[in-house]
C-alpha cells in the first residue's frame, strides 16, 4: 500500500510562492510516476503537473506552465511542486497522486493512490 502525504500548503499574497510536497512512506514506490492535481469545491479536480519515476519527462497544465516546477528526490521519498508568482485563481485543495500506469499523467482517474489533499489560498 503507498502512503501519500502532502505537506506546504497555506495562505500567500497574489505574486508570492509555496512549495508543496509530497512525502511517501514506501521507499520502493518512489520509483512511480507522480502527479499534482487541485480541485476548487463545486468543480471537477484538474490536472496541474505529473512527473515520471525518471525525473526526466515532466508535464504541466497550460495554466501554471511557466509558474509551477515539479520535481523529485528520491533520496527524500518527495516530489515537490514549486508554485511562483500565484494568483487568486490557483486557490484550490491541492493533491498528491502516484502511479498512473500505463496511462497519460494527466488522467485524474489513471492514479492508483492519492494523498490527502492540502490547502493553498492565495489571497489578492
Known amino acids: 500500500q503507498v502512503h501519500l502525504v502532502e505537506s506546504g500548503g497555506g495562505l500567500v499574497q497574489a505574486g508570492g510562492s509555496l512549495r508543496l510536497s509530497c512525502t511517501t512512506s514506501e521507499r520502493t514506490y518512489v520509483s512511480l510516476d507522480m502527479g499534482w492535481f487541485r480541485q476548487v469545491p463545486g468543480k471537477e479536480r484538474e490536472f496541474v503537473a505529473a512527473?515520471?519515476?525518471?525525473?526526466?519527462?515532466?508535464s504541466y497544465a497550460d495554466s501554471v506552465k511557466g509558474r509551477f516546477t515539479i520535481s523529485r528526490d528520491s533520496a527524500d521519498n518527495t516530489v515537490y511542486l514549486q508554485m511562483n508568482s500565484l494568483k487568486p485563481e490557483d486557490t484550490a485543495i491541492y493533491y498528491c497522486?502516484?502511479?498512473?500506469?500505463?496511462?497519460?499523467?494527466?488522467?485524474?482517474?489513471?492514479?492508483?493512490?492519492w494523498g490527502q489533499g492540502i490547502q493553498v489560498t492565495v489571497a489578492l
Open positions: 497522486a502516484a502511479d498512473p500506469g500505463a496511462y497519460s499523467g494527466t488522467f485524474d482517474w489513471a492514479y492508483g493512490y
Open positions: 512527473i515520471k519515476s525518471s525525473g526526466g519527462s515532466t
